[in-house]
């Protein structure tokens, strides 16, 4: 097998008899042997019934079934350890991403590159709110952690087969993928495209597992918010002896004022620093007690044509 593409799938049943047909036409132009790794995702419609028929047609389609629903970032990590390919192409089962591109990421790959992935120049069919904090997220994301993780950049992409196998080999539980793969290095290259709408369906990225996504993207990479919660009290802090002073000097030129202008900013000043110290320190202790319980990333329920 020289290529592997792998789907997760998540209540898709609307797109899947298309997805599955451009990825056979997609096929026909590789020069070499394939397998397409449908990863279902604990769906709850009929996904995982119409993934079996096309298994039960063709051998060259195989399924990941989870037990229940573990995530996007599981799910391509499954695809991903089961795969037998040289390069891997990942791609979402909506056909926003599209195949052709795919053709592109290979000649870059034949050209000695580890990681190609695919860069977003326009999102159609997307709300104006979603590419607005997309567009601010990446940025402010590569700024904080230090590494160039690409702008406007999903997990659209294709990965060698030793680029592959360092992210598969790391432990962590809490996976942001897209930072994974820029922290491994290689040789990394971008191919630009325009973002369809989706095929069919709606999307399954709700805000709650978006935030959840932008959370592990900024916890598992940098240390940021924790230094920036300490550069943020010494300012803080600083002001409000400024403010003690400027009290200070109205109380010695004989300006009268309530004492509690003296009490109630240092009371709420000092609450408001420990409860947003604590708070930050709780979301590092629970990605710390993620990993110590080092549970599985994810459970199969089923394997088909492995």
């Given at each position: 097998?020289?290529?592997?593409?792998?789907?997760?799938?998540?209540?898709?049943?609307?797109?899947?008899?298309?997805?599955?047909?451009?990825?056979?036409?997609?096929?026909?132009?590789?020069?070499?042997?394939?397998?397409?790794?449908?990863?279902?995702?604990?769906?709850?419609?009929?996904?995982?019934?119409?993934?079996?028929?096309?298994?039960?047609?063709?051998?060259?389609?195989?399924?990941?079934?989870f037990?229940?629903?573990?995530?996007?970032?599981?799910?391509?990590?499954?695809?991903?350890?089961?795969?037998?390919?040289?390069a891997?192409?990942?791609?979402?089962?909506?056909?926003?991403?599209?195949?052709?591109?795919?053709?592109?990421?290979?000649?870059?790959?034949?050209?000695?590159?580890?990681?190609?992935?695919?860069?977003?120049?326009?999102?159609?069919?997307?709300?104006p709110?979603?590419?607005?904090?997309?567009?601010?997220?990446?940025?402010?994301?590569?700024?904080?952690?230090?590494?160039?993780?690409p702008?406007?950049?999903g997990?659209?992409?294709?990965?060698?087969?030793?680029?592959?196998?360092?992210?598969?080999?790391?432990?962590?539980?809490?996976?942001?993928?897209r930072?994974?793969?820029?922290?491994?290095?290689?040789?990394q290259?971008?191919?630009?495209?325009e973002?369809?709408?989706?095929?069919?369906?709606?999307t399954?990225?709700t805000?709650?597992?978006?935030?959840?996504?932008?959370?592990?993207?900024?916890?598992?990479?940098?240390?940021?918010?924790?230094?920036?919660?300490f550069?943020?009290?010494?300012?803080?802090?600083?002001?409000?002896f400024?403010?003690?002073?400027?009290?200070?000097?109205?109380?010695?030129?004989?300006?009268?004022?309530?004492?509690?202008?003296?009490?109630?900013?240092?009371?709420?000043?000092?609450?408001?620093?420990?409860?947003?110290g604590?708070?930050?320190?709780?979301?590092?202790?629970?990605?710390v007690?993620?990993?110590?319980?080092?549970?599985?990333?994810?459970?199969?329920?089923?394997?088909?044509?492995f």
């Amino acid at each position: 097998v020289k290529y592997s593409v792998i789907i997760p799938v998540y209540n898709e049943q609307e797109a899947l008899e298309l997805t599955y047909r451009e990825l056979k036409k997609l096929a026909e132009n590789f020069d070499g042997g394939y397998e397409i790794i449908f990863v279902d995702d604990g769906s709850s419609d009929n996904s995982l019934n119409i993934l079996k028929d096309f298994a039960k047609a063709d051998k060259s389609v195989k399924i990941i079934s989870f037990s229940r629903n573990f995530g996007h970032q599981a799910a391509i990590s499954a695809g991903m350890e089961h795969a037998q390919g040289e390069a891997l192409i990942i791609m979402d089962a909506d056909l926003q991403d599209p195949p052709e591109t795919v053709l592109k990421m290979i000649q870059k790959w034949r050209e000695g590159y580890d990681i190609v992935y695919g860069k977003r120049v326009k999102r159609k069919g997307e709300r104006p709110f979603k590419k607005l904090t997309a567009y601010v997220y990446y940025r402010l994301l590569s700024r904080i952690t230090g590494i160039n993780i690409p702008k406007d950049a999903g997990d659209f992409r294709l990965i060698s087969r030793k680029a592959a196998q360092a992210i598969i080999s790391l432990p962590e539980k809490n996976r942001y993928l897209r930072g994974l793969n820029a922290w491994v290095g290689f040789k990394q290259a971008e191919i630009e495209y325009e973002r369809d709408p989706r095929a069919a369906g709606e999307t399954k990225y709700t805000l709650k597992k978006m935030l959840k996504l932008a959370g592990d993207g900024v916890i598992s990479n940098t240390n940021f918010p924790l230094t920036a919660m300490f550069g943020f009290g010494i300012v803080l802090s600083l002001l409000s002896f400024l403010g003690f002073f400027a009290l200070a000097v109205l109380a010695f030129a004989g300006i009268s004022f309530d004492p509690a202008f003296w009490l109630l900013p240092a009371v709420a000043l000092c609450s408001g620093l420990i409860i947003t110290g604590l708070g930050l320190i709780g979301m590092y202790l629970g990605r710390v007690y993620d990993e110590v319980k080092n549970r599985p990333l994810y459970i199969i329920n089923e394997k088909i044509n492995f």
